[in-house]
């Protein structure tokens, strides 16, 4: 293997280890729950936590390189691809099936957030309701079906919910957000987004019923911030 690849490797390693960090700086996490993956540019390789590892005790060498089924390349232990003796994340199946499908996605995020969980667990979508909404999400946030954890029905709801879509978070019903994007650092800013405006548009219910924004609006915000704002 190239010392290219090698370093390619540790860099993604390194980045979804920090990932992890924000999961747990904005407060979408408990214990070890949730997770970040990356895929790796021009192969069919992912990098994901291990499972059942604290937050703080993860470091990068951890991070485990699988393919886009989520067998660890090599099996576990030492080898050139310095996997440790760790199993994957339990919802590796899914971010897999996720890479498979979606060419464009280089990153997913899985959490269990509070209040996007709550929609969730009701099997609603968040309404499009507040311009951030329009900006991020192009819509409401969209409910995926229920699906058990140990294969990829999990990825299988995501892709087919997010296909045709322009949201990058989808609410797996009684189940929490998973969110992608083009690199893992996006996907986790969805995830932190997602949380937010399930935060917000459930405030806002208690106070009444939120307003709806015309969906012309919405795809003039959308395109707007897409292609845009920033620098």
């Known amino acids: 293997m190239s010392a290219g690849i090698l370093e390619t490797i540790g860099r993604i390693r390194e980045d979804v280890c920090a990932l992890h960090g924000e999961l747990t700086r904005y407060g979408l996490v408990v214990w070890t729950a949730g997770n970040v993956s990356a895929r790796v540019p021009g192969l069919d390789l992912m990098v994901i936590k291990p499972s059942g590892v604290s937050y703080q005790d993860l470091t990068p060498e951890q ?13 576990n ?4 691809w310095g996997n440790p003796p760790l199993s994957p994340s339990s919802d590796t199946a899914a971010h897999a099936y996720v890479y498979r499908h979606m060419p464009e996605v280089g990153g997913v995020v899985h959490t269990h957030s509070t209040y996007a969980t709550a929609w969730a667990a009701r099997g609603e979508p968040i309404p499009c309701v507040l311009t951030m909404m329009g900006d991020e999400f192009g819509g409401q946030i969209p409910v995926g079906p229920f699906a058990l ?70 795809d003039s915000l959308y395109a707007r911030y897409q292609n845009i704002y920033g620098q």
């Not at 991070?63 to 099996?75: E, F, N, R, S």
């Not at 232990?77 to 050139?80: R, S, T």
């Not at 800013?189 to 917000?200: G, L």
């Open 63 to 75: 991070m485990i390189v699988t393919d886009l089924y989520g067998v660890p390349v090599a099996g």
């Open 77 to 80: 232990g030492d080898g050139e």
């Open 149 to 218: 954890i140990g294969d990829d029905s999990i990825g299988h709801g995501i892709v087919e919910t997010l296909k045709n879509s322009h949201s990058p978070a989808v609410l797996m019903q009684n189940h929490g957000p998973f969110t992608i994007g083009k690199d893992a650092r996006s996907a986790v800013k969805a995830a932190v987004m997602c949380e937010e405006v399930a935060r917000t548009v459930h405030i806002a219910r208690q106070l009444g019923e939120p307003l709806p924004i015309d969906q012309g609006h919405i």
